[in-house]
């Protein structure tokens, strides 16, 4: 022990007198607007201690001149003391185990200055920030602000104090854990009871039905004999049983939407049973769409639902992989690490499709919070939805900007439901070529013998049970080891490494380590060959100290799982030396029908794979629907909207997402066309992203999401019918066409279908409304089979997430029933997208598509406090024919602008597309028989605002026919009239509503706010 | 098309060019990759379509010494989180390159980038690229020692932010890369971009010699200060510098994001306003004059490169 303190030192930078501390300024901002706490002056330090044996020479050399800025930092060597006028400290280091990025950069650059080779997978420096506080905060404020502002107890190690009472440094000490040893748990004449309460004990989160078969497999005389040729035991393995918990979790094997479903409908008293809600309804109708494709010579649908990501083609080179996840529950406890997971997380499944190696081309994010300004008593174990907000925007920058993925699309969705489990969506583009060294990219062959290999980070204990405590609900227990820590910078050496191991012909097939980590990978990719031998004790880990159970199902992130030919080890292992990235060669594949695992030579488990993948017994549910009590608010009819506007403008879920967008780097690859905000000003909010595939030719793919869950409140199908019609007409907004309107066209779509439910399992006594939840997501299913046959348009992957509650202090926060569509689909000439914005004065506006009495669930209403009853419903024939005259009216290039219609109606919109550039407009409303209001603020689907030069107008008018309402004309005065029978009900200057939208709650909350612009110099 | 373009530029040592010097007049760029670096692609598409042959290399080859620098004409380091950025953006790429031998005889690469300078080749740092010149010392390289005398450091604004400014670039400035070349409209997506001169005598130093050669520019033309046209809050509201030779540019915007007129946010109305204008992008001008620049230098003085090499 003492020779261990000699080698411990600790180098402290601090900022040169006159240096801003912009780190120190925020804190003490931060602590007085969010906690109302006066700081005073905030000094920030960042610390590095180091276990490594150094002389005083070399220390001082590797602080002054690796670690610390010359121009920027003074170097304090193993003191930690406070400055003059500083009178109390907040010390955050890390807990035992978790990723330090930080301090292994500065083992890097050790090992650079040493020039010696320094094991980088064992931590020898230790990274921290001091912050010093001018104020004698009283120790809980003290607390309140590490705990609330700078760190997260799951993760952070907090001390604080009064300087004048000594700093105390805390180092973390990983490891010494528990030995390597496998136990055996006894099934055998369990009671019911007892085998729920050890299935609740150990996290299994598998049903009594579950634990039943699980015990009927290992009491089987069949079993009992295998088992005893390969050496174990008669009682499961707590491996074993791990193993069959995160396999059959509800994360990985998605047994509600296998379910049978008994739905009754007593508005109709329709009742049917329905054989699998994957099957009927998003499967199938997908096989429908691929036989009508493939009837009009549109072969491109290569591979859906049988992969980590969805595969369409582009062209004969190359296809277009994409796949859309979502990542609650772990940024529901600590939303950085949750969202960076997430994003890093999704990334792999495409990453590893078929072989793997496809090259990432952007990511979107769509996230569901509570209310950022909630300012009342949250739950025990609950997070204020402002720091879930900022923490998962956080995770998703550095997720997204460091990994030089560009973020080119999201939607950030408010409601007080969410502030339970927010929802945090992930996306993923990336191209693959149709061939890696003469075989076919997107195959996922496997022989017996092939080699296991471990690709990336190493094995620790974070992300135990992720799978199968995402398929639980979240109370204020949450395990701290489900949470799991980022590392871009190792996935991106890996995600390097995987390109190059691909092309060379390196690689037979890959996966990803995500939930249930080993023992999902290796166990669906064992599914292929037949089976495989898994030896544990050759996995690295990050320090000693985990179990045989432990290392096969952590989630450990940064991990793929390669299969590697036994004659290409030695090139590939070469390749990974070079680009240091850590190869581990684990087991190997067989054809004998077994899962096998060893430690140590020891058989830890023995497993029948086709017990494993389809011995879970089917599940039955109960569902029904009854339409739910509404009606329309009498609201007072006004004779100027121009307030209205404005207030719909800052409201939250309207106003702009600037601050939010510009952190994402969504140009990186330089290849972004359509970014999220466009114009001159920089301002001008888009209906979707189009991004060019590379530099020497013009195609591209345009990508949008639909998400209306309020919409959700009235009815589902509506909802999911309305939210796939949003995510379509975006795309068409921007230039895209519909699917298989002429033969051999080859324009693919790719749709991934993302449902966040509240639990949805009918019980008495814990989940009384448990039959309506699910017949609300039966009703969005049926929904979404009717959407992708009426424009043949199909789901190339997806996910569902089912236990979307937080309960605690005896009280549930359930999210809405809430489906995502993200949307792909290809633009063949990025030259021709369309931008929303105004481009030219006297342009003439016209409103496309047909406008109803449907203010049901509108942002209008909710200004008023009202939910209404007439929820928009989608003509999916009308709407298709509008769509293929706008892509017509296009490809003649017609169209100057286009936005689509949605939250706030039309005369949001009408502002919105005044915001590029500072046009106005002057309007005139048809006298119909709709009101006012209706007119102006409906949110009526498959519906466009679009501008048509005035050389034009007759062809496009000739074309569209009494589908396009011309309303008037683009001004160049910036002030936006619209008038209605005479008289004017909008009248505002572009300029204003501008700082309006601009300077709203989510940029306010973010802080960036500007009483004019933030645009750039050539605005104007 | 789509894959092969991008992986044809990822060439790896056994493809890689291994003749001695352009006997063929092909102006070779090398541009460095991994370990976070993420900004190779478009780097490398932005010296093809200038007319150079462009070879990515991972800097282990380099370093290893798979792949000599002296192959190539122009030594180019990309944008990204070299290393995640945890210590400083750059900071540990330019401690590998000071410190981490490459040979026997104590040479870093280091050693390799100053003759390559030395014998009249050139450097491009861009974003990450160029704060890792910075901290080498590379820029602006004013004592010739190769000391760091600057920094880049956290925005004013504590964030990072993708969005698109304007450049002018000073008159006074003489290198080959900004040749032409008066105003520029880029992105910058940086967090860490702030230039920071740590005395008067520095800040006089640079402007004398003209190696502030970027300026973030206001609506006037003028160099400002402000948010967000300023985007990080620069001494000397500077966004990029040369070394005194001219040789060694580096700057935080991103002109390789900037090669299709389609990458401007504003592009949609300006063709409006003029169909006819060009399709490519204001960026690609750079690379286009320093290939150019290399092309003439190596039809006109051949053998003068060779004789160049004083080290």
């Not at chain 1, 729920?196 to 989160?205: C, E, H, P, T």
């Not at chain 1, 062209?315 to 950085?336: G, R």
């Not at chain 2, 698109?164 to 967090?191: C, M, Q, Y």
């Amino acid at each position: 022990m003492a020779e261990l303190e000699n080698t411990t030192h600790t180098i402290q930078l601090t900022l040169k007198p006159g240096q801003h501390d912009g780190d120190g300024q925020r804190v003490a901002e931060a602590a007085a607007r969010h906690l109302g706490l006066a700081t005073g002056r905030v000094r920030s330090a960042a610390l590095y201690t180091v276990r490594y044996p150094l002389n005083e020479n070399q220390l001082s050399d590797f602080a002054t001149r690796c670690l610390a800025d010359p121009v920027l930092h003074d170097v304090r060597l193993n003191e930690l003391t406070g400055a003059e006028g500083y009178t109390t400290y907040i010390l955050v280091a890390r807990r035992p185990g978790v990723t330090d990025d930080e301090g292994t950069s500065a083992q890097n650059a050790l090992a650079d200055i040493l020039n010696e080779p320094l094991d980088v997978h064992t931590q020898h420096i230790f990274s921290k920030k001091l912050y010093l506080l001018e104020n004698d905060l009283p120790e809980t404020d003290l607390r309140r602000i590490a705990e609330e502002l700078l760190g997260n107890k799951l993760i952070n190690w907090l001390e604080v104090g009064r300087v004048a009472d000594g700093i105390r440094d805390y180092t973390p000490r990983p490891g010494g854990g528990a030995e390597a040893i496998t136990e055996v748990v006894s099934l055998t004449g369990l009671s019911d009871a007892a085998l729920l309460q050890l299935s609740k004990d150990n996290i299994y989160a598998l049903n009594l039905e579950e634990m039943r078969a699980v015990r009927d497999y290992f009491a089987a005389t069949e079993t009992q004999e295998e088992r005893k040729a390969a050496g174990l035991p008669t009682d499961p393995t707590d491996c074993e049983l791990e193993i069959i918990a995160q396999t059959w979790s509800e994360h990985c094997k998605h047994k509600e939407f296998a379910a049978v479903i008994n739905y009754k409908n007593t508005e109709t008293g329709e009742e049917k049973q329905i054989d699998s809600l994957f099957k009927t309804y998003i499967k199938n109708a997908t096989s429908e769409v691929d036989r009508q494709l493939r009837a009009n010579g549109n072969d491109w649908l290569i591979k859906v639902f049988s992969d980590n990501a969805g595969a369409v083609r582009i062209n004969s080179d190359s296809l277009f992989v994409w796949k859309v996840e979502t990542h609650n529950s772990p940024s529901a406890i600590d939303p950085y690490g949750g969202a960076i997971t997430g994003i890093l997380g999704n990334n792999r499944d495409p990453l590893a499709t078929g072989i793997g190696g496809a090259r990432l081309l952007f990511n979107t994010n769509v996230l569901c919070f509570g209310n950022p300004e909630f300012d009342g008593q949250l739950l025990t174990g609950q997070l204020h939805p402002r720091r879930i907000l900022e923490g998962v925007r956080k995770g998703i920058e550095d997720g997204g900007n460091k990994s030089g993925v560009p973020t080119v699309n999201g939607a950030i969705v408010f409601d007080d439901r969410y502030a339970g489990k927010p929802l945090v969506y992930c996306g993923t583009g990336a191209v693959m070529p149709m061939q890696f060294a003469g075989l076919d990219s997107w195959e996922k062959k496997i022989d017996a013998g092939d080699r296991i290999i471990m690709a990336g980070g190493r094995v620790g204990k974070d992300g135990i049970h992720g799978a199968t405590f995402s398929s639980i609900e979240l109370d204020e227990t949450a395990p701290a080891t489900a949470v799991q820590i980022g590392s871009p910078i190792t996935q991106k050496l890996a995600m390097d490494f995987l390109l190059l191991a691909a092309r060379r012909g390196l690689l037979k097939c890959s996966t990803d380590n995500g939930a249930g980590g080993l023992s999902s990978s290796v166990g669906e990719l064992a599914g292929i060959s037949g089976g495989a031998v898994v030896e544990l004790e050759r996995v690295p880990l990050k320090y000693p100290g985990l179990r045989p159970w432990e290392i096969f199902v952590s989630e450990s992130q940064e991990r793929f799982t390669l299969v590697v030919e036994p004659g290409k080890m030695a090139e590939i292992t070469a390749l990974g030396q070079e680009m240091e990235v850590e190869l581990t060669d684990i087991g190997y594949f067989t054809a004998d029908g077994f899962l096998d695992v060893r430690f140590d030579g020891a058989p830890v488990a023995h497993l029948n794979m086709e017990f494993l993948h389809e011995g879970v017994p089917r599940k039955i549910l109960e569902a029904e629907w009854a339409k739910p009590v509404a009606a329309e608010p009498e609201i007072p009819t006004a004779t100027d909207y121009t307030e209205t506007l404005t207030q719909l403008l800052g409201s939250l879920n309207i106003c702009s997402r600037e601050s939010v967008i510009r952190q994402y780097d969504h140009e990186v690859k330089g290849r972004t066309i359509v970014k999220p905000l466009m114009g001159a000003t920089g301002q001008a909010p888009q209906d979707a992203a189009v991004v060019r595939f590379n530099f020497e030719s013009w195609e591209g793919v345009a990508v949008s999401n639909g998400i209306l869950p309020r919409y959700g409140d009235l009815d589902a199908y509506d909802m999911s019918a309305g939210s796939f019609d949003e995510a379509v007409r975006q795309i068409i907004a921007v230039g895209g066409k519909l699917p298989n309107l002429t033969p051999g066209d080859g324009i693919f779509w790719s749709v991934n279908d993302n449902f966040c439910v509240p639990d949805s399992v009918y019980d008495p006594a814990s989940n009384p409304d448990g039959k309506q939840k699910l017949a609300k997501l039966v009703r969005m299913c049926e929904a979404l089979r009717d959407a992708t046959a009426a424009y043949c348009i199909p789901l190339t992957s997806g996910k569902d997430s089912m236990k979307n509650d937080f309960k605690a202090d005896g009280v549930k926060i359930s999210v809405p029933p809430t489906v995502l569509y993200s949307v792909t689909a290809k633009i063949e000439d990025v030259r021709r997208a369309i931008t929303s914005d105004f481009k030219q004065a006297d342009d003439v506006v016209y409103l496309l598509g047909e406008t109803h009495d449907e203010l049901g669930g509108s942002e209008f209403y909710a200004l008023h406090g009202q939910l209404g009853a007439n929820v928009p419903k989608v003509d999916f024939a009308k709407a298709k024919a509008l769509y293929t005259l706008i892509g017509q009216a296009n490809d003649q290039g017609l169209i100057q602008s286009c936005h689509d219609l949605s939250d706030g109606g039309l005369a949001v919109a009408l502002a919105e597309t005044t915001f590029g550039y500072g046009y106005g407009a002057v309007v005139e409303l048809p006298e119909t028989s709709l009101p006012l209001a209706t007119q102006l603020f409906s949110e009526s689907h498959s519906r466009f605002l679009t501008t048509v030069a005035p050389e034009d107008v007759v062809a496009f008018e000739q074309m569209l026919g009494d589908r396009a309402t011309r309303l008037g004309r683009v001004t160049a005065d910036g002030e936006l009239t619209v008038r209605h029978a005479g008289k004017t009900v909008i009248s505002a200057n572009t300029a204003a509503l501008r700082a309006v939208w601009t300077n709203g709650p989510v940029n306010h909350l973010l802080g960036v706010v500007s009483n004019d612009n933030l645009s750039h110099s050539n605005s104007l | 098309m789509v894959q092969d373009s991008a992986q044809g530029a990822h060439k790896v040592q056994s493809e890689a060019q291994t003749d001695a010097a352009n006997v063929d007049g092909t102006v070779r760029a090398l541009i460095l990759t991994g370990f976070g670096i993420n900004c190779e692609e478009e780097f490398a598409a932005a010296y093809r379509l200038a007319g150079a042959e462009a070879t990515i290399v991972h800097l282990n080859q380099v370093l290893y010494g798979q792949v000599s620098i002296h192959d190539f004409d122009v030594l180019n380091f990309p944008g990204g989180f070299s290393f995640g950025d945890d210590l400083g953006s750059g900071v540990v790429l330019a401690n590998k390159l000071r410190y981490r031998q490459t040979s026997a005889d104590g040479r870093t690469l280091l050693d390799d980038i100053k003759q390559f300078i030395a014998n009249g080749k050139f450097v491009l740092g861009i974003c990450n690229g160029f704060q890792v010149l910075v901290k080498l010392g590379l820029l602006p390289n004013m004592g010739g020692d190769v000391t760091p005398e600057v920094t880049l450091t956290h925005n004013a604004s504590g964030r990072y932010e993708d969005r698109w400014v304007t450049l002018r670039v000073n008159p006074a400035s003489r290198t080959p890369f900004l040749k032409g070349i008066d105003k520029l409209e880029v992105p910058v997506r940086h967090g860490e971009g702030r230039l920071v001169v740590p005395d008067d005598a520095t800040r006089a130093a640079i402007e004398a010699a003209g190696l502030n050669c970027l300026s973030y520019i206001d609506a006037n033309g003028d160099g400002t200060s402000e948010y967000p046209l300023n985007p990080n809050g620069a001494d000397l509201n500077c966004a990029g510098l040369t070394d005194p030779t001219g040789q060694v540019f580096g700057l935080m915007p991103h002109p390789e994001a900037f090669l299709a007129a389609y990458n401007h946010p504003d592009w949609a109305r300006r063709r409006r306003q003029n169909p006819q204008a060009t399709e490519e992008g204001e960026g690609l001008q750079i690379f286009k004059n320093i290939v150019a620049h290399i092309a003439q230098k190596h039809t006109t003085a051949a053998p003068a490169v060779q004789l160049a090499n004083q080290h």
